[in-house]
């Protein structure tokens, strides 16, 4: 408490001395600190082209080096740096994910052994410092505002009809950018390198989340603001979660027992508070920039436009790319209404536009209420939200045997879709939100998010609401339910659950699994039903005579069917694995998988410490994987689609071990012109050569692009090298 207040006090102190308080609800925020200077024009990206190409070059002969030296160390950062723009405000990668792992343990790797080197800005320091006990309380320098909101297009005439008459005459330019559905953040960079995040908090004092900042890669550590003497700039903006990336992490969420959270909102915010900057850097957030609100010395800029458009130059993720700027009202109703209709083409949620006032001066006339600045507003899109009445709820039995219940509501329409049935994942769900049948239940659609229960309207309630009782068996094969400990699922324990063995085969002919076009849900449901399918190896015993003799199966479906289900057997082997619908193996998990072996058999004998040395496997998922193979019923089954004709082969390195480059080393270096460095790569890879990253008498080719160096040279000299150019190349390639 002692130490709350004198941080406060002490940050008190330094805004009265800046002037920043005292003023505090007629502040003009970045308006008053502005000069009224000329308006410079920002037009090129953060990078220069001929950086562009010297960093992903410098990246490639890096990645080829023998050993690079400690005068690389400056050379990786800058690459790093680069390539995270890319990735993450650009959103045009450069180099591969390997190749980027690569780069990054190389300077992680050098400045372990030369700790003198690291310096606060290198991207190895966004790494976690470790667990904070508590987020500490810090004073905004300027009071983080709210905005006024709009609902409709008469709202948004009158708010501009006000803004004119604060400026008389003027022409006033609007700019309109989306209003993004996450958390607001407030950065401070000092001399150019970050100093300060903080959330916003009560608007004026927030809490300090530097170190959780550092972990988002779209935040700039350092920036070159000094080349403009700024020495300190606060900016503000919103933390957000890429829908992907939300949908991502609640699948495995599910996967682990967990329930999901509520929407990529609540997820940014309550990532940004966690204490574990590790755990932050896992959930992937996003950050966008958009609004300057302090700075020493002012900003060059004049208008709300070419300060974003300086943030951006200097390598910031802002709106500028979606935003636009109107010189009437009337043009940004129709803009309005039309970026409404495409909201969902963002790959964040937004939940409206905000309408700012384009030109400094003009703000600075306007000022603003102790609530919101008077020259920005939000329209807000449509909600999301609708209220429906809880009748039911059922208990539906998963392909592992989770037991999930699901909400059976009043149907309702909710942007765009009539929702009826909304999963409540476990009992914890269900009585941390205290749920009762007959409740009248607020539910939540946000764009491609499945639908859920926000709460119920407890104030609503009459009595008549029922407690929700969960089933002590199965509703399907009535075996005894068992709670696993640490798990907040029940589940069937019984394999032969008639609802299991449906949802392992829907899983099994899945797209993304064997793909076998025409068994959906409902005809796996159907051919089961009728006795005609009972697990995975009878799929390929249909008697076909008799689902002819079904009727309402036309006799080219029934032979697209056929196919469809030949066809799998020749499907790839990461395919079956993940199929086989093994508890915790995902798509890439299978992969890893069956990459790990040249037959799948091979897998039955291993052991945990085998499993756990593979990527990414941890000892969750290797317990799951033993456990499979140890079920004879298992075995048994994989014997069957073995003779079946099903593939069990990783054909990868099937071609490996076979491939027309086996045995033999490659080695790329110089400019390439007639292929990407990365895919030439791939291709020898493929066909069992090796990429090694030096010239040594082991090398067996040498393929030089222009302007190749020392490499060549030393290449020659050992003499048993085969030294091609890219045509060579392509040529050796064509002939095999
Ligand atoms: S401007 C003084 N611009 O919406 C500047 N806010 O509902 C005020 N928000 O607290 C903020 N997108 O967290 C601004 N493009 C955007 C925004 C935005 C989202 C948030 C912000 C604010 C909240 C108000």
Redesign the pocket.
């Known amino acids: 408490m002692t130490w709350f207040l004198f941080s406060v006090k002490r940050y008190l102190f330094t805004l009265k001395r800046r002037g920043v308080i005292g003023k505090r609800t007629t502040c003009r ?1 970045l308006t008053s600190i502005i000069p009224k200077t000329q308006q410079p024009i920002y037009l090129s990206g953060m990078y220069t082209h001929e950086q562009e190409k010297q960093y992903y070059n410098q990246g490639k002969e890096l990645l080829q080096a023998a050993k690079p030296s400690v005068e690389d160390v400056a050379a990786l950062r800058n690459i790093i740096n680069y390539a995270d723009w890319k990735y993450y405000v650009q959103s045009e990668p450069v180099f591969a994910d390997v190749e980027y792992d690569a780069l990054f343990n190389l300077l992680k790797q050098l400045e372990s052994e030369h700790a003198g080197l690291i310096t606060e800005d290198s991207p190895t320091q966004r790494i976690a410092k470790g667990l904070s006990e508590k987020l500490q309380p810090v004073a905004h320098l300027v009071p ?4 006024d909101n709009t609902y409709n297009e008469t709202d948004l005439l009158d708010w501009a009809k006000r803004c004119q008459e604060f400026v008389g005459d003027a022409a006033i330019e609007f700019c309109v ?4 559905d996450g958390a ?1 953040i407030s950065l401070i960079y000092e001399e150019g390198k970050i100093t300060r995040g903080a959330t ?1 908090g009560d608007g004026v004092i927030g809490e300090e989340i530097t170190n959780n900042v550092r972990q988002i890669k779209s935040i700039p550590l350092t920036t070159a603001f000094h080349s403009d003497s700024l020495h300190q700039i606060e900016i ?1 903006g ?1 933390v957000v979660i890429h829908k992907q990336v939300f949908a991502d992490f609640n699948e495995q969420r599910a996967k682990e027992g967990l329930a999901p959270l509520a929407n990529p909102r609540n997820a940014a915010s309550g990532t940004l508070r966690i204490l574990d900057p590790e755990e932050v850097r896992k959930r992937k957030l996003s950050a966008i920039l ?2 300057v609100s302090y700075s020493v010395p002012n900003l060059a800029a004049t208008t709300h436009y070419a300060s974003l458009q300086y943030l951006a130059q200097l390598g910031f993720p802002t ?1 500028v790319k979606e935003m636009k700027c109107f010189k009437s009202i009337e043009e940004v109703v129709v803009f309005c209404r039309e970026f409404e209709g495409r909201r969902d083409e963002l790959p964040y949620e937004i939940d409206g536009l ?1 309408i700012k006032v384009n030109q400094f001066e003009l703000q600075e006339q306007m000022g603003m209420t102790s609530h919101h ?1 008077r020259w ?1 507003v ?1 329209y807000k899109f449509k909600a999301r939200q609708a209220t429906s009445k809880l009748r039911k709820v059922e208990f539906q039995v998963g392909r592992t045997g989770s037991i999930t219940p699901v909400a059976k509501i009043d149907p309702v329409p909710i942007g765009g879709v009539t929702v009826s049935s909304i999963s409540l994942f476990n009992e914890d769900v269900v009585r941390e939100k205290d749920l009762k049948i007959g409740d009248t239940v607020l539910v939540e659609r946000a764009g491609d998010v499945i639908p859920y229960i926000v709460k119920p309207l407890s104030e609503l309630r009459d009595g008549t609401e029922e407690t929700i009782v969960f089933p002590t068996h199965c509703p399907d094969c009535g075996e005894l339910l068992e709670k696993p400990q640490e798990e907040a699922v029940w589940r069937c324990i019984n394999i032969s659950c008639p609802s299991q063995v449906i949802e392992r085969l829907i899983h099994f002919c899945s797209k993304d699994a064997m793909d076998i076009r025409g068994m959906g849900e409902s005809n796996v449901k159907k051919f089961f039903e009728l006795g005609y399918i009972k697990d995975i190896p009878s799929l390929y015993k249909i008697e076909w005579e008799q689902i002819k003799s079904l009727g309402g199966f036309g006799e080219k479906s029934i032979t697209n069917l056929q196919i469809a289900i030949d066809n799998s057997k020749t499907q790839p082997l990461n395919r079956l694995v993940f199929g086989l619908g093994i508890r915790h193996v995902g798509e890439t998990m299978a992969k890893t998988l069956a990459n790990a072996v040249v037959h799948f058999k091979e897998l039955y004998d291993w052991t945990e410490e085998q499993l756990i040395a593979l990527e990414d496997v941890g000892p969750k998922v290797a317990m799951s994987v033993l456990d499979f193979f140890k079920l004879h019923e298992n075995r048994h089954m994989l014997e069957e689609l073995e003779s079946l004709g099903l593939n069990m082969v990783n054909q990868k390195s099937k071609d490996t071990a076979s491939g027309i480059f086996s045995g033999k080393t490659f080695l790329f270096t110089g400019t390439l012109n007639q292929f990407k460095r990365s895919d030439a790569e791939a291709l020898v890879e493929e066909k069992g050569g090796k990429i090694v990253s030096g010239v040594s008498s082991k090398l067996d080719y040498l393929i030089v692009g222009e302007d190749a160096g020392t490499k060549l040279e030393k290449a020659k000299k050992i003499g048993t090298i085969s030294i091609l150019s890219e045509s060579e190349f392509l040529s050796l390639i064509n002939k095999e």
């Open positions: 925020c983080m505002l709210s905005l950018e989306p209003k993004y607001s916003r503000r919103e958009y609004h709106p905000v600045p920005a939000a």
